[in-house]
């Protein structure tokens, strides 16, 4: 398989995996039909367009070929036609419980996979702009790929950025993930592509499992003196 072609499907993949995500978290904040969509594209094809507005690609790709943008509607479709025939045989006490327990397994699993794919994919498309000497730009743009999406998704939704809460690693797993695909770069495009996506996978799921975070200053600011 040639690398556009691999490049292409793991972008499709990813566009399925993050509209997936959006599409849930619509679901979980009670939007309707058009909203879940909405939401769906954006968080699907946000990280992308700004992507290429940095990088000085006009009009942003998503726009060009509407590909991304259908099968994320496709995508958030048959969710929701999925869901509803489950949810209407099922108690409104038994959906509130059970399947927001789901949904939190589901979406998180859904989401790091798409960040995965989204950061090696923004560095890629740096290096094919001919920024291959730039590391510090491809990272950025690989980190914005990753997270852009999952910001607006939840800027949009009322909530506050995964990327800016303690909770779990998140950006960091995105640049870590960038970071090993730009090392593994020279011993070959697919498997430092794979390398680079795995990366952020795994790190970003193990975060989740074993509650990592990074420092937090908020409780001694609070329980200081004034500021």
Known sequence: MNYEKFYYIAEIIGTVAFASSGTLVAIRKGMDVFGIVVLAIITAIGGGVIRDITLGITPPMAFRDNTYTVVAIVTALVLILFLSKKI???????????????????????????????????????????????????????????????????????????????????????????????????????????????????????????????????SDLVDGDDV
């Open 88 to 218: 209407k045989f099922l108690s409104l006490n038994t959906v509130n419980r059970n399947f927001m327990i789901k949904y939190t397994q589901v979406a998180s699993v859904l989401d790091a996979i798409g960040l995965g794919l989204f950061t090696v994919s923004g560095v890629s498309v740096a290096m094919v702009r001919g920024y291959s000497n730039n590391a510090f730009l491809m990272i950025f743009v690989g980190v914005i790929t990753g997270c852009g999406g999952g910001v607006l998704r939840d800027l949009l939704s009322d909530t506050i950025p995964i990327i800016f809460t303690k909770n779990t690693i998140y950006a960091v797993a995105s640049l870590l993930g960038a970071v090993v695909f730009i090392v593994l770069r020279p011993h070959g495009a697919n498997f430092s592509f794979f390398m680079g996506a795995l990366t952020t996978v795994v790190i970003r799921l193990l975060s989740m499992k074993y509650r990592w975070s990074l420092p937090d200053v908020s």
